[in-house]
């Protein structure tokens, strides 16, 4: 168990759907990333809140946005869901910047 | 988006046999990390190294982070059909820290 918690653990949602996904960090950590993992393009970073604040953008689509809220937890928002965006959606989370990321369990995400 | 390559894709091998498994980048890392991942979980971290050159254990399992920075292997000593699963490595950016993600190599052990 890394600490890191991810709800729900399964979605399935119908196209044109909007989801939200919930990470809490492990104790401590001010650091979180949302990853996704699809069998055609791996593991991918998404996007990187540190203390509230967004810090990096990666593959993320304009459809999707994310938060973190003033307790560190943190939301990702998809919205106008495509039959491609059934994923594993992974949280991560770090102490600081540049230290080691510890993964959640994940959110298998199924859009039909 | 930009990934590693990560090799051997797959590997089947026998209880008690030794495994390699590598990774090359074109770009540069300041951290390499190597991760398992079991069916429906998330990715365990494994190994992280910091410092090219670096050796370091943990266990049965042994990784350098290459001279040049843009390499890096993990080998399994004595395999055990608990090694079964996905394993990743991961570099971590100079000017970030994101993670940039193998595409994994799945290790099948044989009782």
């Known amino acids: 168990d890394s600490g890191v918690t991810q709800t729900p653990k399964h979605l399935i949602t119908a196209t044109g759907q909007r989801v939200t996904l919930r990470c809490s960090p492990r104790?401590?950590?001010?650091?979180v990333y949302w990853y996704q993992q699809s069998l055609d393009q791996g593991l991918q970073f998404l996007i990187q809140y540190y203390n509230g604040e967004e810090r990096a953008k990666g593959n993320i689509l304009e459809r999707f946005s994310a938060q973190q809220f003033p307790d560190l937890h943190s939301e990702l928002n998809l919205s106008s869901l495509e039959l491609g965006d059934s994923a594993l959606y992974f949280c991560a989370s770090s102490v600081e910047i540049q230290e080691t990321q510890y993964f959640g369990p994940g959110t298998r995400l199924l859009v039909l | 988006g930009q990934q590693l390559n990560q090799s051997p894709q797959s590997m089947f091998i026998q209880e008690g046999e030794d495994v390699s498994m590598n990774c090359t980048s074109s770009s540069i890392f300041n951290t390499w990390l190597w991760y398992k991942q079991d069916p429906g979980e998330g990715p365990v971290l494994l190994i992280a190294?910091?410092?090219?050159?670096e050796l370091t254990s943990n266990g049965r399992l042994t990784a350098q982070f290459g001279i040049t920075r843009k390499d890096s292997f993990l080998n399994i000593s004595a395999s055990i059909p608990s090694d079964v699963g996905i394993y990743f490595c991961?570099?971590?950016?100079?000017?970030?820290?994101?993670?940039?993600f193998g595409e994994g190599t799945q290790l099948t052990v044989n009782p």
């Open positions: 991961a570099g971590q950016e100079t000017s970030g820290s994101r993670l940039t």
């Open positions: 190294l910091y410092k090219a050159g």
């Open positions: 104790s401590g950590d001010l650091s």
